[in-house]
């Protein structure tokens, strides 16, 4: 797999501590079923971590198109600057909402690790 290009701050979102949740048994409900048996069907969908770095690779994508735009005004070269502006605005948005996905999960992980069975 290539190697992407990306800021020290997406790497550490991008790979999150070992978590050791087993998922082990059965689960009972109006069928009982083995979990395990029942995620290897699943495989042809996207996993969440899959999904969580398509999303943090596409806010880095908008942050360098931002970087670069910044370059080519302070370079002298033809860019507008609105176009800027906006590429600056949907890069600090998109990061702001990933922020504010981690701190969700973050907070989730830790309701449910502190949670007593």
């Not at 109006?30 to 069907?41: I, T």
């Not at 302070?74 to 609105?82: F, I, N, S, T």
Request: net charge negative.
């Amino acid at each position: 797999m290539n190697e992407i290009q990306m800021n020290p701050a997406f790497k550490m979102l991008i790979t999150p501590p070992e978590l050791k949740i087993p998922i082990t048994g059965e689960i009972k409900g109006d069928e009982s079923f083995n979990l395990n048996g029942k995620v290897s069907e699943i495989k042809d969908e996207k996993s969440f971590l899959e999904i969580l770095k398509e999303s943090v690779e596409k806010v880095n994508n908008l942050q360098n198109e931002a970087d670069n735009a910044i370059k080519k005004i302070a370079m002298g070269e033809p860019q507008e600057l609105h176009e800027t502006i906006i590429a600056i605005q949907k890069a600090n948005i998109s990061f702001k909402m990933m922020m504010e996905v981690r701190n969700k999960l973050i907070s989730a992980y830790k309701e449910v690790m502190n949670m007593r069975v």
